[in-house]
């Protein structure tokens, strides 16, 4: 258990191969070198648990390998618990890390891996026995602690790893895509045991993830990081909400978000409209008071619809036209690809709303009309992609 | 199709089957004459299989075993491989896992100057070195393995360094974070992955330790101590009389440890060298 603590914490990467690297991920170049990371300030309370969240080469896992101590910090401070511990060596950090590897320690026996953390601690053999034998039984291990690592499944191989970390009862327990190597079936699997697990051992977690999925359901807190830089920290649900620019809004959420490009409108009672094609929509008042409040002159706009929130419409005013290009049968909902302004959009209709349509009749090629409601848009402005109302 | 194949590779079995009787047929030859009396080695005999009457049991052997010292040069023999592997395995895997894990223009250059020292032809350096190790005392037996680590480093280094390259440095940082040392690592960790390669870099390097006659016959004070390969030229006597039976059982002796450490860790010196070759 203990507080984290990142404060202007910078990673320069100053040799030439990283440099290419960089220069296909954004990542900013300067004389110095490559930022892999600028300016990361967050503060990590006790018992919590964060994901840090974004798409390769974001520099999600350098922070991490920093906290562990892998990873030389270039600018900033870390604390742990209160105490600086920038110049620390990973072993007098009190931390524990789960690779994406495993990085089991493939001449030793299960119970080898759990035991060497605690040996190496000179800790009482009963001790060690004790906390063994628990974390295998928490993680449901028990019957393979005399196998080594060769002879396990992927999934088993990961507990073991988990295992490893939890006997060491570490301050901070940080996991670097721990799931990433494992099939879909196992990850959903492994995710209910990671919850189950954190709600079982008293400490502070840190996990880093490039699937937005793991960061919604596994996070207190979710940190979306781009090309070194946070670009927005919240719970799962004030990211989803509130997404804080374009890049946040398009990576969180599953089917991706759609975007349009639109006007925003003022009349002369001072309230706003979105402009879509020749239809108005009148954002919500909640949203209506946030343009006001942040001043938002009337301008070109990227509009963002969650295709969850788009819904099909009979044929009238304020709604909008599209050609169906594919439609995916999900079972519980139908997902449609829809071309509308020539761009590709995505609507999913629950197959219990279609009223009675059969969900072949969106064929390819077929028109369609759909609308959504002003509580539900997103207004990105069209220079910074900063969501308006934030 | 099929048929072709099999013809190819019947060939190509005729083939290797010649190239084998080449290859042994000189130990084959050695062990016969071994066998033989001393009159029935002769260059028109030599190839002739020894008879009822040439037959000369394990009389060699015992002639060998009691005359010229072979006890003691076989001592100085192992005591030299035994102890030039053991620093061979342990620097070299140290400095091998240090500089496939820390790249440096430094490490670089180190690395290819290990792999450059490989095509060095030690009849270039021979004269300096022996001049060199009797200005730093390196002519005893005792402390020849400094000499036969650096001669020894080109290959053991690449070896070591291939299939370093292949073990993923999270179980370096995992073992890091759990606590150990850069030491304890090493040991706890490094070494047992390596124990593959370390098996094949041993039997290769004792395989030519064991055997080396120019290095110890220059270093090496010829009147105080004797290695196996030098001892056998000792059985030829004045006026060009070569003892030729203990000569034979000698060679025959002197070879027989390293065919067996070879057959014993033939396995694991096809495992060392495609360490790290291809991606496991």
Redesign the interface.
Known sequence: MAEVSLRHIEKVYPNTEKKKKGSKSNLKVTEEGVLAVQDFNLDIKDREFVVLVGPSGCGKSTTLRMV???EEITRGELYIDGVLVNDA???DRD???V???Y?????MTVRGNME??LK??KMDKEEINRRVEQAAEILGITEYLDRKPKALSGGQRQRVAIG?AIV?EPKVLLMDEPLSNLDAKLRNQMRAEIIKLRQRIDTTFIYVTHDQTEAMTLGDRIVIMKDGVIQQVGTPQEVFDHPANLFVAGFIGVPQMNFYDAELVRDNAGDYAVKIENVYIRPSDEKQENLRRNKVEPQSITLGVRPEHIVLADEGENVLHGTVEVMEMMGSAVHLHVNFSGRDNIIIAQTMSLGGKNPSHFGAGSTLTFSFSGDVIHMFGKKDGKNLEA | MKKKTRRINGMWSVIMLIVSVLYMYPIFMVLMNSLKIESAISTSTAFELPTAETFAGLANYENAINAQGFLSSFFYTAFITITSVLAILFFCSMFAWYITRVETKVTKALYLLCAFSMVVPFQMVMFTLSSMADTLNLNTPWVLWVIYLGFGAGLAVFMFCGFMRSVPIDIEEASMIDGSSPLQTYFHIVVPLLRPTMVSVAILEAMWIWNDYLLPTLILDINKYRTISMLIQFFRGSYGRVEMGPMMACIMLAILPIIIIYLVGQKHIIKGVVAGAVKG
């Open positions: 562990a101590g892998l060596a990973p072993k931390i524990a890390m690779f994406q590897s990085a089991l320690y493939p001449h060497y953390p190496l601690k490893r060491r």
